[in-house]
């Protein structure tokens, strides 16, 4: 069985061994970066695990303004007039890829924003993941604000792609 629940502090470390397993070197991100964006964003940020405990995914997303993109490994305030959610970093386990879990968090991540009015999803596709998510419907931005090229020159060669995706209230986002 596999259940979906917020992460709390106590997650951190089996989230950075997750993190490990999936990204390369240049998009590590310190467990106090992890702690300080779980403490400003605490309802926005979920993981699965399977029935004896252990860690499958996670899902790191926060409330902000359109077309805002973090740094890498920079903290965030935010947003007070929040127009989107951020999706800033989702990792799967290798061994729980093809399980439909990454749909979950997302189908999770969509009921979320819509409980705050918010019209759309965003994020950072990297090591050439574009592909990936559009199939799941979102779609390249290109004309992005300059600070937006500034954090996206952040993530240093890992193919880093600002995206989109709108979220329509009518449907239904039951996982």
Same mark, same amino acid.
């Given at each position: 069985m596999i259940t979906l629940r917020l992460i709390t502090v #106590?997650?951190? #470390?089996?989230?950075?061994? $997750?993190?490990?397993?999936?990204?390369?070197?240049?998009?590590? =991100?310190?467990?106090?970066?992890?702690?300080?964006?779980? #403490?400003?964003? *605490?309802?926005s940020c979920w993981l699965t695990q399977n029935s004896n405990g252990e860690l499958l995914a996670y899902l790191f997303?926060?409330?902000?303004?359109?077309?805002?993109?973090?740094p890498l490994a920079a903290e965030f305030t935010p #947003? *007070?007039?929040? =127009?989107?959610?951020?999706l800033h970093d989702m990792a799967v386990s290798p061994k729980a890829r093809g399980l439909g879990i990454a749909g979950k968090l997302l189908q999770n991540a969509k009921q979320y924003a819509l409980s705050l009015g $918010?019209?759309? $999803?965003? $994020?950072?596709?990297?090591?050439?993941?574009?592909?990936?998510?559009?199939?799941q419907g979102f779609t390249v931005v290109h004309n992005v604000m300059p600070e937006a090229?500034?954090?996206?020159a952040s993530y240093q060669g890992e193919q880093a792609c600002y995206m989109q995706l709108p979220l329509e209230k009518d449907n239904n986002y039951a996982a």
């Amino acid at each position: 069985m596999i259940t979906l629940r917020l992460i709390t502090v #106590a997650d951190l #470390a089996a989230i950075v061994r $997750l993190q490990d397993s999936c990204y390369s070197d240049a998009l590590y =991100e310190s467990p106090e970066l992890l702690s300080q964006r779980l #403490a400003v964003a *605490a309802n926005s940020c979920w993981l699965t695990q399977n029935s004896n405990g252990e860690l499958l995914a996670y899902l790191f997303s926060y409330p902000a303004q359109d077309g805002y993109i973090t740094p890498l490994a920079a903290e965030f305030t935010p #947003a *007070a007039k929040p =127009e989107l959610l951020y999706l800033h970093d989702m990792a799967v386990s290798p061994k729980a890829r093809g399980l439909g879990i990454a749909g979950k968090l997302l189908q999770n991540a969509k009921q979320y924003a819509l409980s705050l009015g $918010l019209s759309k $999803l965003g $994020l950072v596709a990297v090591q050439g993941s574009v592909p990936y998510w559009q199939r799941q419907g979102f779609t390249v931005v290109h004309n992005v604000m300059p600070e937006a090229k500034l954090a996206l020159a952040s993530y240093q060669g890992e193919q880093a792609c600002y995206m989109q995706l709108p979220l329509e209230k009518d449907n239904n986002y039951a996982a």
